[in-house]
């Protein structure tokens, strides 16, 4: 069983189509990080959110963490190509220091 | 800066072997931590190392073990090699210890078992 429950596993969209991936647990997190990784590449940091209720925006990316600190979701905003990627996130639980990661949502934008 | 580096990129080993990863962080991180991706299981954490020590360890068997020098730099052991042992290994490495730090990712050691 996941800590970290990701949703969709795939998606599959055109240039300029906005998405959005969630992630969701039944246990509280301390904090909550996502990644994208491309192939042949490790994770890169995307944003770590700490605060419930938190929203953060990365240029066409926004990040929320829930008011619960037990999911979060990632929205990115006129997709392009050059997002393509597997998306991560990740945790420390509550009361754990080791960071546990989701399954992942593999994004593909079509151009 | 140079990031995070790994060696070998790439490995072929058969059951019952045993391998060896090098790690070798960002210059001034002393924190290392190991990862496991598979498609199946995806990235779970292997063990972190400080300042030498090992700090954190995962749910994996003992034929998984790892160390760090003085230099920082970190190698990971898998002896007695499976099948299941086929993965993405990938080291991280941040200033501090690894908990709510920001890690760095190299770009992993794809380790095929035959």
């Known amino acids: 069983t996941q800590l970290l429950e990701q949703s969709p596993q795939f998606l599959s969209i055109q240039e300029g189509e906005n998405l959005t991936v969630y992630c969701n647990s039944s246990?509280?997190?301390?904090?909550l990080q996502w990644y994208r990784q491309e192939p042949g590449e490790g994770p890169v940091l995307l944003v770590t959110?700490?605060?419930?209720?938190e929203v953060k925006k990365l240029k066409r990316l926004t990040f929320q963490f829930g008011d619960a600190r037990k999911d979060s979701s990632l929205h990115i905003t006129a997709a392009q190509p050059g997002d393509t990627g597997l998306y991560l996130c990740?945790?420390?639980?509550?009361?754990?220091?080791?960071?546990?990661f989701g399954a992942g949502t593999i994004l593909r934008v079509k151009s | 800066k140079a990031g995070v580096t790994q060696t070998p990129r790439y490995l072929i080993k058969t059951r019952g072997q045993q391998v060896t990863l090098s790690c070798s962080p960002i210059?001034?991180?002393?924190?290392v931590s190991w990862y496991q991706q598979t498609p199946g299981q995806g990235l779970q954490f292997l063990f972190e190392?400080?300042?030498?020590?090992?700090?954190n360890k995962g749910n994996f068997p003992g034929r998984f073990s790892g160390r760090q020098f003085s230099n920082s730099r970190s190698e990971m052991n898998v002896s007695t090699l499976e099948l299941g042992d086929s993965a993405l290994y990938l080291c991280?490495?941040?200033?501090?210890?690894?908990?709510?730090?920001?890690?760095?990712f190299g770009p992993g050691t794809r380790l095929l078992v035959l």
């Open positions: 990740a945790a420390y639980m509550e009361y754990g220091n080791k960071l546990v």
């Open positions: 190392y400080f300042s030498e020590t090992q700090r």
């Open positions: 991280a490495s941040s200033f501090t210890p690894a908990y709510q730090e920001t890690q760095y």
């Open positions: 246990s509280v997190f301390s904090s």
């Open positions: 959110v700490v605060t419930g209720g």
């Open positions: 210059s001034g991180h002393r924190s």
